[in-house]
Nanobody, 130 residues
Framework: QVQLVESGGGSVQAGGSLKLSCTVS??????????WGWFRQAAGTEREGVAS????????NYADSVKGRFTISRDNTKNTLYLQMDSLKPEDTAMYYC?????????????????????WGQGTQVTVSS
């Protein structure tokens, strides 16, 4: 069974940076990975899409709230997804989740929608203090 494992979360002051990583572990069948995403969920809120990237790294999408500050990337040689977060704000505080879409068709207009993904990690906490 495929597992996604996030790491790199922590506590940082406003204006600081963190880099999240997401690695794939466990048995993987031949079902292809179509795309990847990072989501976040703050206490008492719905899980929201932050950034996504198609598996060949040729297309990315970002939520308006993180554009220009966050960068998503995928290193297929290391089977690892990254989220570089710069200029962090207190409102970025949340549990961050890695997600993958395996199989099917990648629809760019659905890239930041939770229902588009079928494989999820357990999350890593990011806390930004003012």
């Amino acid at each position: 069974q495929v597992q996604l494992v996030e790491s790199g979360g922590g506590s940082v002051q406003a204006g600081g940076s963190l880099k999240l990583s997401c690695t794939v572990s466990g048995y993987s069948d031949s079902t292809p990975y179509m795309g990847w995403g990072w989501f976040r969920q703050a206490a008492g809120t719905e899980r929201e899409g932050v950034a996504s990237v198609i598996n060949n790294n040729r297309g990315t999408n970002y939520a308006d709230s993180v554009k220009g500050r966050f960068t998503i990337s995928r290193d297929n040689t290391k089977n690892t997804l990254y989220l570089q977060m710069d200029s962090l704000k207190p409102e970025d505080t949340a549990m961050y989740y890695c997600a993958a879409k395996r199989g099917g068709i990648w629809y760019p207009h659905l890239a930041l929608y939770r229902a588009n993904y079928n494989t999820w990690g357990q999350g890593t906490q990011v806390t930004v203090s003012s």
